[in-house]
């Protein structure tokens, strides 16, 4: 696949913290597993061993997660963008998704008759189409909590400023390379005290998500339209219009995420 790059905005916010890492990949044709591994920060391991993608065709037919825990090989479809950004938030949050495969690991044999308990779910929503809010400002993420847009997204607007937003579903990514309106993201909402430091962040939900502290069950994800944020849409003003618009900003009760 030539150029790319050019499929990616990269001056949109969902890339903040990953242009660093595409910059490092070449710009000819799609990057394969042995550009990514060059990717990982040095002494990154999971489970113990340390994670190299590997093209999927060598692997063998396999449980994925326990493949991964097992060996620290990481499944890497070629000319593949799923893949590709799954590559990405490997390289981002390192310990966060080698937390994220312990559980899944450890939670295996637990499963009955193929069917995940809520907590190997929760990771599954995080792990594909989660971001992360953080912030200091307790009724942001309350109003975020309740679904209450109008308070989230007008009201509260100036709170945004000093919040973050961490993109770390990979499908998510990949819905970014044609973003629509409705686009919609399992938040994972974290408060943050005022001595808390932004820069280990990645260990910090690592060991959340490892004791259940932070993320035990679905019920700990809330849905968030991600074209609300100030700033992330970039088809027109997000006026009051916009933000009636109920095939996006629904309801509580409508539980219909996309």
């Not at 591994?37 to 037919?61: H, M, N, Y």
């Not at 495969?101 to 792990?127: F, I, Q, S």
Request: charged letters at 25%.
């Amino acid at each position: 696949m030539q150029n790319w790059k050019s499929h990616i905005d990269r001056d949109h916010p969902c890339w903040d913290g990953y242009r660093v890492l595409l910059d490092r990949l070449p710009d000819g044709g799609f990057p394969g597993p042995e550009a990514l591994c060059r990717l990982l920060p040095p002494g990154q391991a999971g489970a113990g061993k340390p994670i190299v993608f590997r093209a999927a065709a060598e692997i063998p037919g396999v449980a994925y997660e326990r493949h991964i825990f097992e060996t620290g090989e990481v499944s890497t479809r070629e000319n593949n963008w799923h893949d590709l950004f799954n590559a990405l938030v490997w390289c981002r949050f390192p310990y966060l998704k080698s937390a994220m495969n312990e559980v899944h690991y450890r939670h295996l044999d637990e499963e009955k008759e193929g069917r995940r308990g809520d907590r190997r779910d929760a990771l599954t929503l995080l792990d594909e189409s989660g971001v992360i809010v953080f912030s200091r400002n307790g009724n942001l993420l309350s109003a975020l909590r309740a679904r209450d847009w109008n308070e989230a997204f007008v009201d509260r607007r100036d709170a945004w400023n000093e919040a973050g937003i961490m993109v770390c579903g990979h499908a998510i990514l990949e819905k970014f390379l044609a973003p629509y309106k409705a686009l919609t993201a399992h938040a994972l909402l974290v408060p943050l005290h005022e001595a808390a430091c932004v820069a280990d962040f990645d260990a910090l939900l690592a060991e959340g998500v490892r004791d259940g502290s932070l993320l035990s069950s679905t019920r700990d994800l809330s849905p968030l339209p991600l074209m609300g944020i100030p700033g992330w849409w970039g088809g027109g003003e997000q006026d009051a219009g916009f933000y009636a618009d109920r095939d996006v900003f629904r309801d509580p009760g409508n539980k219909k995420s996309r």
